[in-house]
């Protein structure tokens, strides 16, 4: 099976600038489509990016675009979000997703079709 690691959060400042990763345990992870979610108290689970194997397909969701950018080391089967000008409504658990199959590239924030995903890194912003 797929494990996902998340690591990068923490507490935070608004305006502060804050870089998570996602280390996959696979052996062909650069054809893998990889996700970004991330969920608040009290709310659902909202889209943040995807990105196909070689970044050639890549969406952000409406409330990120600007200021997150994700990118991929396949080399070292890791996935990055660079979240920029945080701001306390990005105050949730940020979870990294896989999709073997690359199916979720073509349907950017259906989270439905990431088969695999990570336990979360909580990400904490103060105003």
């Known amino acids: 099976q797929v494990q996902l690691v998340e690591s990068g959060g923490g507490l935070m400042q608004a305006g502060d600038s804050l870089r998570l990763s996602c280390v996959a345990s696979?052996?062909?992870?650069?054809?893998?489509?990889m996700g970004w979610f991330r969920q608040a108290p009290g709310k659902e689970r909202e889209f943040i990016s995807t990105?196909?194997?070689?970044?050639?397909?890549?969406f952000y969701g409406e409330s990120v675009k600007g200021r997150f950018t994700m990118s991929r080391d396949n080399a070292q089967n890791t996935v990055y979000l660079q979240m920029n000008n945080l701001k306390p409504e990005d105050t949730a658990v940020y979870y990294c997703?896989?999709?073997?199959?690359?199916?979720?590239?073509?349907?950017?924030?259906?989270?439905?079709?990431?088969?695999?995903w990570g336990r979360g890194t909580q990400v904490t912003v103060s105003s």
């Open positions: 990105m196909s194997g070689y970044g050639l397909r890549e």
């Open positions: 696979a052996s062909d992870f650069d054809s893998f489509t």
């Open positions: 997703a896989a999709d073997p199959t690359a199916v979720a590239s073509l349907h950017p924030g259906r989270e439905k079709e990431y088969q695999y």
